[in-house]
């Protein structure tokens, strides 16, 4: 809650000084920098053109300047300012390792960043759990929402917050509510049945909404249940299956609730273990790995429970997280980030359902990244055809998933990464999101623009962006949100994304 006076961070006063250095300059070298009103030049788009932005860009690069960057090449008419996290995904400076974008500090931020809030949360609503001191302190006592927002109701823009449930273990009161795992550790993923967990999280919404006059919350959650965490079934984790959680005393509760034995789902998961482990030295079990599989489930239906109660838990919080909302300003908008999983595997697509989303929200950012998606869907690829279809040829486990998957035009397996996922995977990403909510909330697929990939994966250029961006607009999306940061996008991607946006006509 308090900021470290001491220390050399970054001040509000450094930070209004900078800004009016940046704003002198500009005006000193009006050619370098897009002109004021250049963007009122076309009627504004109707949709909703959204793009994620840390704090860290306005820091270092000025508000005023940074927004007309955002409104003149990006067409961009709404912020989705990271105001809650403590990862690197949607905060801070690029990633280390990774090339700077052409703009923006060329230094990394790595031994400074830390996360958290990025607003000024104020005490009083955080009396339901122990997590009270969450403040960001690597900009000082700037208060970014403070800072930004009138800014860009100035130009007519919205403001949402966005808030993700990635959380560091030296945060007071993690350890308390963190997860339990298969072996009774604890772990530095927060519980999401625990009440202090809970009470986090609708504290969180209501400050920044009662506080700030926002246009809502975009709030991200990419963690999985147990089931796809011990099968390795999302991109990018690894395989981890005596690590699954939540065996907590609020997960045991709420199973008992539902009738659903904790002994036996702890049994199964440890036989799964078992299983997994055996899988990835390739000790072929004598029928089969798919078989072996299957088998567990049927015979421990106990381990689909517990990894249903996992989603139970995840949707819960979002259900409370919008209701919070809610109740600050009926009109206040709330929307929920759809993991990149959602794409690749259908396991995962069969737990959730876009019309059942859209009870608890108002619009859906729908993760179709193309550029990182091959990389990622081959990621997928080697982790699924590890384990559960270890024995089916990992190149023919791709095609049979694209056809499960609706995935007409992709590369095969080892083009995947180099070659990225094709516009006509984000038509019809697109499209199926648009017909699983039946017209209960909005779409608005996520951009990649320069999300960070291997050496020889695929990196977005101008025509990838253009290309993309008008895909989501023809299938017809309600908007678009560039995703992951403005910190790590090429501003000529920026700029294409924006002419994509200017020259759709639907
Ligand atoms: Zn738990």
Redesign the pocket.
């Known amino acids: 809650m308090k900021t470290d006076k001491s220390s050399k961070h970054f001040t509000r006063r450094q930070f209004l000084d900078r800004s009016s250095r940046l704003a002198a300059a500009a005006m000193a070298a009006p050619a370098l920098l897009p002109q004021h009103g250049s963007a009122a030049e076309k009627p504004a788009p109707k949709k909703m053109i959204g793009l994620q932005i840390g704090a860290v860009s306005f820091v270092d690069e000025g508000i005023e300047q940074t927004l007309d960057i955002l409104q003149s090449k990006g067409a961009v008419n709404t912020i989705f300012l990271t105001t809650f996290t403590y990862g690197r995904g949607l905060a801070g400076r690029q990633i280390p390792g990774q090339p700077f974008p052409d703009h923006g500090s060329q230094e990394s931020d790595e031994k400074a960043f830390h996360g958290g809030n990025y607003a000024m949360p104020h005490p009083e609503f955080y009396q339901n759990t122990v997590l009270k001191q969450t403040r960001a302190p690597e900009h000082g006592d700037l208060d970014i929402v403070k800072e930004v927002l009138p800014a860009a109701r100035k130009r007519g823009m919205k403001l949402f917050c966005s808030i993700e449930d990635v959380f560091r273990s030296d945060v007071p009161g993690v350890k308390e509510i963190a997860?339990?795992d298969l072996q009774g550790r604890r772990t530095g993923t927060l519980?999401?049945?625990?009440p202090d967990v809970r009470g986090f999280w609708t504290g969180l919404v209501t400050d920044l909404c009662k506080s700030y006059d926002v246009d809502g919350i975009l709030f991200f959650n990419e963690r999985n249940g147990p089931l796809l965490n011990a099968v390795g079934a999302s991109h990018s984790q690894s395989i981890a299956s005596s690590r699954v959680?939540?065996?907590?005393?609020?997960?045991q509760k709420a199973a008992k609730d539902r009738g659903i034995d904790f002994a036996r789902a702890r049994e199964g998961y440890t036989k799964l273990d078992q299983f997994v482990q055996a899988a990835l030295k390739g000790q072929r079990p004598s029928d089969g790995y798919f078989v072996e599989w299957w088998r567990l489930l049927v015979e421990h239906p106990e381990i689909i429970a517990w990894d249903r109660l996992f989603d139970v838990?995840k949707h819960q919080v979002l259900a409370e997280v919008n209701a919070a909302v809610k109740s600050v300003r009926r009109d206040l908008q709330v929307g929920f980030h759809i993991e990149h999983v959602n794409s690749f595997n259908p396991i995962f697509r069969a737990t959730r359902r876009y019309d059942d989303l859209a009870t608890k929200a108002d619009f859906l950012k729908v993760v179709v990244y193309n550029n990182c998606g091959g990389e990622r869907y081959a990621h997928f690829m080697d982790n699924i055809g590890s384990t559960v279809f270890r024995d089916v040829p990992k190149d023919e486990l791709k095609r049979f998933n694209d056809h499960l998957l609706n995935y007409a035009e992709e590369k095969s397996l080892s083009e995947l990464a180099t070659a990225g996922l094709s516009p006509d995977y984000i038509f019809r990403e697109t499209q199926r999101a648009l017909a699983g909510a039946q017209g209960k909330c909005r779409i608005l697929p996520g951009i990649d623009i320069g999300i960070p990939v291997g050496k020889n994966s695929r990196k977005a250029s101008p025509d990838d962006t253009y290309a993309a961006t008008a895909a989501a607009l023809k299938a017809g999306a309600h908007g678009v949100i560039f995703s992951r940061k403005y910190s790590e996008m090429r501003l000529a991607n920026l700029e294409a994304a924006g002419r994509a946006v200017r020259e759709f006509k639907g």
């Open positions: 997860e339990v519980c999401l049945f625990h959680t939540c065996f907590c005393e609020h997960h838990g």
